[in-house]
């Protein structure tokens, strides 16, 4: 009974920040379109002072194609990397990814004036999770990055997949795409040095 109750216990403590992020986009798209516009990135509303658009932007979607499209993705990211993307490691990677990627295109492409959607951050926890599960599952986590980088690679020399587009309603913004992905390498950059640190100290 005590072995259940701990498997139970793992379990459900895993699946606390999947469970809690698609939460919070399920509500936003319930609170409706003037919610939305309240949180998007927008930025105009950012430099006039209203700094939470720089997260919230996350998780205001298009439409409910492009909600179910990233809930998808986010659940996949779980079930192949919640041994390494769990606890106070998976918060920071997520607050990490969900900062940088929209600081990046504020400062680097005034020409972007919005952005919504969890695929910049669910491409951060990718990269990062595939990084930290290296040693454990070396031909996941090979199999992971290099079809993360394919996928970049082929999004910037070819545009947004036009299908998807007309499926979620809107523009794929690949310089989202490509920022989480490096926020998410430094984040997973930053434990590997930690670890390797901690571990020359014993």
């Known amino acids: 009974m005590n072995e259940l109750t701990l498997k139970l216990s793992a379990g459900i403590a895993k699946s606390v920040q999947p469970v809690t992020l698609g939460a919070i986009a399920l509500l936003v798209w319930v609170l409706g379109p003037d919610t939305a516009d309240q949180l998007r990135y927008q930025r105009d509303a950012v430099l006039d002072g209203q700094y939470w658009r720089l997260i919230t932007g996350h998780w205001v979607h298009l439409g409910w194609q492009h909600l179910a499209m990233n809930l998808g993705g986010l659940a996949i990211i779980w079930l192949l990397f919640d041994e390494v993307l769990s606890g106070l490691k998976a918060w920071v990677v997520t607050g990490g990814v969900a900062l940088f990627t929209p600081l990046c295109l504020l400062l680097f492409h005034p020409q972007i004036e919005w952005y919504v959607g969890l695929s910049g951050l669910l491409h951060g926890l990718l990269a990062a999770g595939a990084l930290l599960s290296l040693r454990r599952n070396q031909v996941t986590s090979w199999f992971v990055l290099l079809v993360l980088v394919g996928k970049l690679g082929v999004e910037f020399l070819n545009g947004g997949?036009?299908?998807?587009?007309?499926?979620?309603?809107?523009?794929?913004?690949?310089?989202?795409?490509?920022?989480?992905t490096l926020g998410g390498g430094l984040c997973a950059t930053v434990f590997a040095l930690k670890a390797h640190l901690l571990s020359r100290k014993e």
């Open 161 to 180: 997949s036009s299908q998807v587009e007309a499926m979620i309603g809107g523009p794929i913004l690949v310089q989202g795409h490509l920022y989480g």
